[in-house]
């Protein structure tokens, strides 16, 4: 398991964390959600921890840096930036219904 907090400064200096949930659950604003196809994505298909552009440029911190990564959509805002930054294209915007 990798310790999320010093990921982020590591990263990103001293830009803050965004912190999961700031904006109350967000799982019914969108119709559409972020689903990740693991066949095309690159710590899925490797195996290894690389790429975690998701997670990383994810403003609701709900992306998991997991192999693979999991979104929480409880709390996605289906902003779709998630999608923009992935560099094999291994995220669509889908239409899911949350319960
Ligand atoms: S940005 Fe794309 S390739 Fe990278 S971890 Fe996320 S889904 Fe996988
Ligand atoms: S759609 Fe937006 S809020 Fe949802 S996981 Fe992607 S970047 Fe995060």
Avoid at 11 to 28: R, Y
Avoid at 67 to 86: A, N, S
Wanted: charged share 25%.
């Amino acid at each position: 398991m990798t310790d999320t907090k010093n990921d982020y400064q590591k990263i990103l200096g001293s830009v803050q964390k965004p912190v999961k949930g700031e904006a109350g659950k967000t799982g019914s604003w969108s119709p559409k959600k972020p689903i990740i196809d693991i066949e095309k994505c690159i710590p899925a298909k490797s195996g290894k921890p690389s790429c975690f552009n998701c997670w990383l440029y994810c403003p609701e911190a709900v992306v998991s840096r997991t192999i693979p990564p999991k979104i929480d959509f409880d709390y996605c805002k289906g902003c779709g930036i998630c999608m923009e930054e992935c560099p094999v294209k291994a995220i669509t915007m889908e239409e899911v219904s949350i319960e």
